[in-house]
């Protein structure tokens, strides 16, 4: 079963413009993760935001979360063509340490 | 320090056959996870073990999918007899158990084509 869901299911924007995808989810969770899986490839871990953040930076990301919204978004700022790739988030519950992901936004950078 | 490591990459069999995937997960990973992966899908979790124990299996189809963690390292899923709809990418992911939360290591999955 999946947990979250991610919006959109598909962005295409250009090089150096600002990328944002959201998740929702809906139940309670310890943290929140954003990976990043390339076309053929296994998923990379790209950031963990735990359930009394609410915000989060890694070099060129930005996560935000909204436990009262049960929400989550991820933003890639001055995009690369390398960036493109699918992007799932993936909640790990508090009733313990299952890692439930949401379907993913195939992102798009057009050089 | 070497990744989680998969095999079989690719195989492709016919329906009623069995087949077998392996992973050896990161050194010192208490904590191993096989998911599975539909074409345009996010990764569904089938089996979790904490080192040979496994802890949440409930969403492995037990009638024809079996998975095993003797000695708490290496993993090995199988699937007697594999039908069309089992076609997928199966991950193995790994973490430590200790001092969480921890980074989730994921191999780069074997995909199966069942035909």
């Known amino acids: 079963s999946q947990q979250g869901e991610e919006d959109p299911q598909a962005l295409s924007i250009q090089e150096g413009e600002n990328a944002t995808m959201n998740c929702s989810y809906k139940?309670?969770?310890?943290?929140l993760q954003w990976y990043r899986q390339n076309s053929g490839r296994g998923l990379v871990h790209l950031i963990l935001?735990?359930?009394?953040?609410r915000e989060k930076h890694s070099g060129r990301l930005r996560v935000t979360l909204d436990t009262s919204k049960k929400s989550s978004s991820l933003l890639i700022t001055a995009s690369r063509a390398a960036d493109t790739a699918s992007y799932f988030c993936?909640?790990?519950?508090?009733?313990?340490?299952?890692?439930?992901f949401g379907e993913g936004t195939q992102l798009t950078v057009n050089p | 320090e070497a990744g989680v490591v998969q095999s079989p990459r690719y195989k492709i069999i016919e329906k009623k056959q069995p087949v077998a995937f392996w992973c050896n997960p990161i050194?010192?990973?208490?904590?191993l996870y096989w998911y599975r992966q539909n074409l345009g899908q996010g990764p569904e979790l089938l089996i979790r073990?904490?080192?040979?124990?496994?802890?949440?299996d409930s969403q492995l189809p037990k009638d024809r999918f079996s998975a095993e963690r003797l000695k708490g390292v290496d993993s090995t899923l199988k699937i007697q007899p594999a039908e069309l709809g089992d076609s997928a990418v199966y991950l193995c992911?790994?973490?430590?158990?200790?001092?969480?939360?921890?980074?989730?290591?994921f191999g780069e999955g074997s995909w199966l084509t069942v035909v």
């Open positions: 992911a790994s973490r430590r158990s200790t001092g969480r939360p921890n980074t989730i290591y």
């Open positions: 139940t309670s969770i310890n943290n």
């Open positions: 935001i735990r359930s009394n953040e």
């Open positions: 993936a909640t790990e519950e508090t009733s313990g340490s299952r890692l439930t």
């Open positions: 050194s010192g990973h208490n904590t």
């Open positions: 073990y904490e080192n040979e124990e496994a802890v949440d």
